[in-house]
């Protein structure tokens, strides 16, 4: 039986060319023009590996400190030499049993990611909440809203696969569905494939959709592309997905607020354009919003693509607002959640990342996405329909 040596040589080789390999799938994503699928692949290759290093280097610098103590230990300590393992066998140097642990549990993040990459992206789930409103008027009194976030039509490639998705959210028979931004990836024309299955995402009192960061197409249009003969602008291709969101017979709030009334009853829908705590440009103008809403409105839903948005301006300025629907984290794309528990990196950019929260009498649902894929993973963190049933008591 023989051990597995390594070969420094060999090992040096793969390790350069897997990394000049990394570093120009970065290169080709940022200045050539690919198809959405295709860029995802050349950004997920390399995180997957940058993932993979680190995990690496940890063991590495154990390695590294266990030889330094080693190396500082003889220097002042006298040792007996170890008697030889009995046996045709010699043992494993305690370095290679670290260093290639750490090559072990790099691998399970890197098949993690490449599970949710090939598995998870439609592999939809439905969350039933119950949204407790005090001021719910009688007439809205077991109401459904249905909301989807962040379809990035660019990302997708599998139209059979959406349309069963399209299909679970209809059998839920929402009465009011919301969308709340990211319908693509850079262009309207993305949506070309799929205006079909999406033209039958309407509900008996509205759909109501808002715009995303990526809709204005500034991850595109703003940087170089070598080679890109296309003869259109940022202003058009944003009019252009506007005039989708009224040929698929949503209703685009665009800074505005609208009234949806039953029975002499009324609720309002205010949507904001894309505005973020950190964002370097905004479109949101919350007062502007608001400028129409009725103060006698009993309850107030606001469409927020980020869910910075809620904290930073809507909380202070709002109080009458009582849910804000929300998007845009993904889930942090890669995490862990189930009832009792849930973690995720992006928790440390954005403090409300996924699920319910409320505070000061307001609440707010971030929706982990519906169809995203550019920074592909998804572990645990399915794409996902909400179905909020409206109720006047707990």
């Known amino acids: 039986m023989s051990i597995w040596k390594s070969n420094p040589k060999l090992l040096n080789i793969v390790w350069w060319s897997v990394s000049i390999l990394s570093y120009l799938c970065i290169f080709l994503n940022l200045f050539f023009k690919w198809t959405s699928f295709e860029s995802a692949c050349f950004?997920?290759?390399?995180?997957?590996?940058?993932?993979?290093?680190?995990?690496?280097?940890?063991?590495?610098?154990?390695?590294?400190?266990?030889?330094?103590?080693?190396?500082?230990?003889?220097?002042?300590?006298?040792?007996?030499?170890?008697?030889?393992?009995?046996?045709?066998?010699?043992?494993?140097?305690?370095?290679?049993?670290?260093?290639?642990?750490?090559?072990?549990?790099?691998?399970?993040?890197?098949?993690?990611?490449?599970?949710?990459?090939?598995?998870?992206?439609?592999?939809?789930?439905?969350?039933?909440?119950?949204?407790?409103?005090?001021?719910?008027?009688?007439?809205?009194?077991?109401?459904?809203?249905?909301?989807?976030?962040?379809?990035?039509?660019?990302?997708?490639?599998?139209?059979?696969?959406?349309?069963?998705?399209?299909?679970?959210?209809?059998?839920?028979?929402?009465?009011?569905?919301?969308?709340?931004?990211?319908?693509?990836?850079?262009?309207?024309?993305?949506?070309?494939?799929?205006?079909?299955?999406?033209?039958?995402?309407?509900?008996?009192?509205?759909?109501?959709?808002?715009?995303?960061?990526?809709?204005?197409?500034?991850?595109?249009?703003?940087?170089?592309?070598?080679?890109?003969?296309?003869?259109?602008?940022?202003?058009?291709?944003?009019?252009?997905?506007?005039?989708?969101?009224?040929?698929?017979?949503?209703?685009?709030?665009?800074?505005?607020?609208?009234?949806?009334?039953?029975?002499?009853?009324?609720?309002?829908?205010?949507?904001?354009?894309?505005?973020?705590?950190n964002n370097p440009k905004n479109y949101g103008n919350i007062d502007l919003a608001m400028s129409k809403v009725d103060k006698s409105s009993p309850i107030n839903f606001m469409l927020s693509h980020d869910p910075s948005h809620w904290r930073a301006e809507i909380i202070p300025k709002y109080p009458t607002i009582d849910v804000t629907f929300s998007g845009h984290t993904h889930g942090g794309q890669f995490g862990y959640n189930n009832p009792n528990y849930q973690w995720s990196p992006v928790k440390y950019a954005y403090r409300e990342w996924a699920g319910l929260y409320r505070e000061k009498h307001q609440a707010l649902y971030v929706n982990v996405g519906f169809g995203y894929l550019d920074y592909p993973s998804r572990v645990g963190i399915l794409p996902e329909i909400t179905i909020f049933h409206l109720k006047s008591k707990g």
């Open 43 to 277: 950004v997920f290759f390399p995180l997957s590996l940058l993932l993979g290093k680190i995990i690496c280097l940890f063991f590495i610098s154990i390695d590294t400190l266990v030889y330094t103590f080693k190396i500082i230990n003889k220097c002042f300590i006298k040792t007996k030499s170890s008697p030889k393992q009995a046996g045709n066998l010699p043992p494993i140097k305690r370095s290679d049993f670290i260093v290639k642990s750490g090559l072990l549990l790099a691998s399970v993040p890197i098949v993690a990611l490449t599970r949710g990459f090939a598995f998870n992206l439609y592999k939809y789930r439905v969350n039933h909440l119950d949204l407790i409103l005090p001021n719910l008027p009688k007439s809205f009194e077991g109401i459904t809203i249905a909301q989807i976030s962040d379809i990035h039509a660019g990302s997708l490639f599998n139209s059979t696969a959406v349309k069963k998705g399209i299909d679970l959210l209809l059998a839920q028979k929402p009465d009011i569905i919301f969308f709340t931004g990211d319908l693509i990836n850079d262009f309207a024309t993305e949506m070309e494939d799929y205006l079909s299955i999406f033209d039958k995402v309407k509900a008996p009192l509205g759909t109501f959709s808002i715009l995303g960061n990526h809709d204005y197409g500034n991850y595109h249009f703003n940087r170089y592309h070598f080679f890109d003969q296309m003869n259109l602008t940022k202003e058009q291709n944003l009019s252009n997905l506007k005039s989708i969101h009224q040929q698929l017979g949503w209703q685009l709030l665009l800074n505005e607020s609208k009234e949806l009334i039953l029975n002499n009853e009324k609720i309002t829908i205010i949507g904001v354009e894309n505005w973020g705590a």
